[in-house]
């Protein structure tokens, strides 16, 4: 604080000493929290400054004063200030603004607690902090839909705000000027721990002394913990949505257990949460997404056909959205590039990166530092050339900021940038001709590694930290922000959407269903047929436990029980022969014939989609390429070598696999139709899904070539 805005703040502390209330709380030995609040030598707020007189806070002995769900939220207590007073005070803090950050899968009566807490120091300045980031298991409600939840405790939804990152959201402060606004947060005594503490941005709120605006410092308050039990036993956020989700426990009981975890019941509001969470548990089995397998620890960046979840409604908004040049809808539209992923961090003073999930928990406690990601790829080539060049530039370039710059980036290690290297000698099909470094975005985890919060503007704004003290071009690399593209609509757009739309239909139409039905209903009607009228043909009446089982697992990829487990139930106490011919049958697909089938249902999901990103890729404009029309040569060429090659192998499975995927570039539009670039990302319903034209199967092809299978 500089030295005027601590006399200002000391003036104002002498006036109020002055008062009635100063001299009757000096006589009870009490000491001044601010904002008319007198606490005890334990620090019990235990006295209000109310009209100049010291008024004693009358406490329940049964049971804690607590705001009740709908009723009105409690006001902060201010002392009134002479216009002198104010004018002083003024000229430093003017606004209080609070903050309550989380995911609210959903918002309980326990939040409800914490935001009256805050409200009671910030008043209509408090404002809840969530974003539209969903998955079907730990996130399965929108925005919107907790919104709706939330106002029911009283809430003005314009104070429920959707931000794309809670923990760092700009949505609300970027309206309030950062020297003369004081930002207060919530959050539990574990996370106060973690993010509080000497030298780091957020401190804990004492009172109204040597506040200081959030563009220098955030202050804390630990929320008080309040249970939420359920037949007087405290339950996580986790075994609520499991209860409410149950298809075991009936909707009587589900409504006793909605009103003990809510404090309120609404009609609208239960159905609407019971049918977003039973729908979880019925959709647990149709997730097909892997965490950990592109971008390092950033995620699967998946196809939008990959998305069991999305429905087929979905796909044609996917499409118009596509053909309209509207994917910048929710976001800017960038490139998917082809390089080597790998998810950075800057914790206590040092460089970190994570690989896998387990590196990311507890704020990256267990991520790598530079030395072990060189450990980790030695004797790999020119990877660990890649990788090691790759580390220490970055760790050299970021090295070069402000601690404030840094820790606002990296929350000392509870957010990773998600990176991409980009080697030529390590190229895979894109020929780039530069070593570049190119930042993705920030992903945001809690301490179990689960993401929490995206920011893709992170990634411009840290490349232009880095270039602002000349540190973007090192060594080996040069470290960029991400490319973003100009994606036009396409010619005759009407016509192409109604092809697209089409064969959509068709696929919905196959099993009777909706545009609102989930695809991966689609995928289980499929396999149930499948095996039916396979267990039909060879005569064997089929259990209805049975069917399911298996379809779980062959469309869904559920692997307990094992498929042994599954068929000893058949062939218990066998009578006649049918039941082991099934089995034999059932068995021996499992192992050699069920991943060529996986394909052929796949097919015309995948061909779709990959004809749709052929559509648009082919008017893009903004490719990272040095030289696109050189690059498009080189990846044909490589094609027809890559093919020649292949079809002189002895290697049976081989050669079709290569006629498979060859099959699907003739669908898509042929070699004519390659672009200098593997795709696009685009954001859509708060995920992000890719593009990727004839990548995908040309990826194949020159991967049996370059790692023989």
């Known amino acids: 604080m500089n030295k005027l805005g601590k006399i200002i703040v000391d003036e104002l502390l002498d006036v109020l000493n002055e008062s009635e209330a100063s001299d009757e709380a000096k006589k009870k030995g009490l000491e001044y929290d601010g904002f008319g609040r007198w606490v005890d030598k334990n620090g019990l707020h235990v006295a209000n400054t109310v009209d100049g007189k010291l008024i004693s806070i009358k406490k329940d002995k049964k049971k804690k004063s607590q705001p009740q769900a709908g009723a009105p939220l409690p006001k902060p207590i201010v002392t009134p200030k002479t216009d002198k007073e104010a004018s002083k005070e003024k000229s430093k803090i003017e606004t209080l603004v609070g903050i309550y950050s989380g995911r609210f899968q959903p918002f309980g009566k326990h939040h409800f607690q914490a935001y009256g807490q805050l409200r009671s120091i910030t008043?209509?300045?408090?404002?809840?902090?969530?974003?539209?980031?969903?998955?079907?298991?730990?996130?399965?409600?929108?925005?919107?839909?907790?919104?709706?939840?939330?106002?029911?405790?009283?809430?003005?939804?314009?104070?429920?705000?959707?931000?794309?990152?809670?923990?760092?959201?700009?949505?609300?402060?970027?309206?309030?000027?950062?020297?003369?606004?004081?930002?207060?947060?919530?959050?539990?005594?574990?996370?106060?721990?973690?993010?509080?503490?000497?030298?780091?941005?957020?401190?804990?709120?004492?009172?109204?002394?040597?506040?200081?605006?959030?563009?220098?410092?955030?202050?804390?308050?630990?929320?008080?913990?309040?249970?939420?039990?359920?037949?007087?036993?405290?339950?996580?956020?986790?075994?609520?949505?499991?209860?409410?989700?149950?298809?075991?426990?009936?909707?009587?009981?589900?409504?006793?257990?909605?009103?003990?975890?809510?404090?309120?019941?609404?009609?609208?509001?239960?159905?609407?949460?019971?049918?977003?969470?039973?729908?979880?548990?019925?959709?647990?089995?149709?997730?097909?997404?892997?965490?950990?397998?592109?971008?390092?620890?950033?995620?699967?960046?998946?196809?939008?056909?990959?998305?069991?979840?999305?429905?087929?409604?979905?796909?044609?908004?996917?499409?118009?959205?596509?053909?309209?040049?509207?994917?910048?809808?929710?976001?800017?539209?960038?490139?998917?590039?082809?390089?080597?992923?790998?998810?950075?961090?800057?914790?206590?003073?040092?460089?970190?990166?994570?690989?896998?999930?387990?590196?990311?928990?507890?704020?990256?406690?267990?991520?790598?530092?530079?030395?072990?990601?060189?450990?980790?790829?030695?004797?790999?080539?020119?990877?660990?050339?890649?990788?090691?060049?790759?580390?220490?530039?970055?760790?050299?370039?970021?090295?070069?900021?402000?601690?404030?710059?840094?820790?606002?980036?990296?929350?000392?290690?509870?957010?990773?940038?998600?990176?991409?290297?980009?080697?030529?000698?390590?190229?895979?099909?894109?020929?780039?001709?530069?070593?570049?470094?190119?930042?993705?975005?920030?992903?945001?985890?809690?301490?179990?590694?689960?993401?929490?919060?995206?920011?893709?503007?992170?990634?411009?704004?840290?490349?232009?930290?880095?270039?602002?003290?000349?540190?973007?071009?090192?060594?080996?690399?040069?470290?960029?922000?991400?490319?973003?593209?100009?994606?036009?609509?396409?010619?005759?757009?009407?016509?192409?959407?109604?092809?697209?739309?089409?064969?959509?239909?068709?696929?919905?139409?196959?099993?009777?269903?909706?545009?609102?039905?989930?695809?991966?209903?689609?995928?289980?009607?499929?396999?149930?047929?499948?095996?039916?009228?396979?267990?039909?043909?060879?005569?064997?009446?089929l259990t209805n436990n049975t069917l399911i089982q298996l379809m779980k697992r062959w469309a869904f990829g559920e692997k307990s029980p094992s498929i042994t487990q599954i068929l000893n139930v058949i062939t218990e106490d066998i009578k006649v022969s049918l039941e082991q011919k099934f089995a034999d049958w059932a068995k021996s697909f499992d192992k050699e014939n069920h991943d060529k089938q996986v394909k052929e249902n796949m097919f015309p999901f995948e061909t779709l989609f990959l004809s749709l990103g052929t559509e648009v890729l082919k008017n893009v404009s903004g490719f990272l390429a040095a030289n696109p029309n050189k690059t498009i040569q080189s990846i044909r060429k490589g094609v027809q070598r890559a093919v020649k090659e292949l079809s002189g192998s002895s290697d049976l499975s081989k050669i079709e696999k290569m006629k498979s995927e060859l099959q699907k570039i003739q669908a898509i539009g042929g070699m004519e139709a390659i672009v200098p670039s593997e795709g696009l990302v685009f954001t859509y319903g708060g995920k992000n899904y890719k593009l990727t034209g004839e990548f995908a199967p040309i990826n194949q092809i020159l991967g049996m070539l370059k790692y023989g299978d």
Request: hydrophobic letters at 35%; charged letters at 25%.
């Open 123 to 541: 008043g209509n300045n408090s404002f809840i902090a969530t974003s539209n980031i969903t998955d079907s298991e730990k996130s399965p409600f929108t925005f919107s839909e907790k919104q709706a939840i939330i106002s029911k405790y009283g809430i003005s939804k314009k104070n429920i705000v959707k931000v794309k990152n809670p923990y760092r959201p700009v949505e609300i402060l970027d309206k309030f000027d950062p020297k003369t606004t004081a930002l207060v947060v919530i959050f539990g005594e574990k996370d106060a721990g973690r993010l509080g503490g000497s030298g780091k941005y957020y401190l804990p709120f004492k009172n109204i002394k040597d506040l200081e605006g959030y563009g220098e410092h955030g202050y804390y308050i630990i929320a008080k913990h309040e249970s939420v039990k359920v037949a007087g036993k405290e339950i996580s956020g986790t075994i609520i949505r499991k209860l409410l989700g149950s298809k075991r426990i009936d909707r009587d009981r589900k409504k006793k257990i909605f009103k003990e975890i809510f404090g309120w019941y609404d009609p609208n509001i239960f159905e609407m949460t019971i049918d977003r969470l039973e729908g979880v548990a019925k959709e647990a089995y149709m997730r097909c997404g892997i965490l950990i397998t592109e971008g390092g620890a950033y995620g699967h960046l998946s196809h939008p056909f990959e998305d069991m979840n999305l429905t087929f409604g979905d796909f044609k908004n996917i499409i118009r959205l596509s053909l309209q040049g509207h994917l910048d809808k929710e976001a800017q539209v960038s490139e998917k590039l082809d390089g080597q992923a790998l998810s950075i961090s800057w914790k206590d003073g040092k460089l970190i990166a994570a690989r896998n999930r387990g590196q990311l928990k507890n704020g990256g406690a267990n991520a790598l530092d530079v030395n072990g990601i060189k450990t980790m790829f030695a004797g790999r080539g020119e990877l660990t050339t890649a990788f090691s060049s790759a580390v220490d530039d970055l760790e050299s370039a970021i090295k070069g900021l402000t601690e404030k710059q840094k820790q606002a980036v990296f929350q000392n290690g509870m957010s990773f940038m998600a990176t991409e290297i980009i080697y030529p000698p390590t190229q895979n099909v894109i020929p780039y001709g530069e070593n570049l470094i190119v930042f993705h975005g920030i992903i945001q985890y809690d301490n179990d590694g689960t993401p929490i919060g995206e920011n893709k503007g992170d990634a411009r704004m840290l490349a232009g930290m880095i270039r602002q003290i000349n540190k973007n071009v090192q060594r080996t690399f040069t470290i960029t922000a991400p490319s973003f593209l100009t994606v036009p609509a396409s010619q005759d757009f009407a016509q192409k959407q109604r092809t697209f739309v089409e064969k959509v239909n068709m696929l919905k139409n196959k099993f009777g269903l909706k545009d609102s039905d989930p695809v991966a209903l689609y995928h289980q009607k499929w396999w149930e047929d499948f095996i039916l009228r396979k267990a039909k043909a060879l005569g064997y009446a």
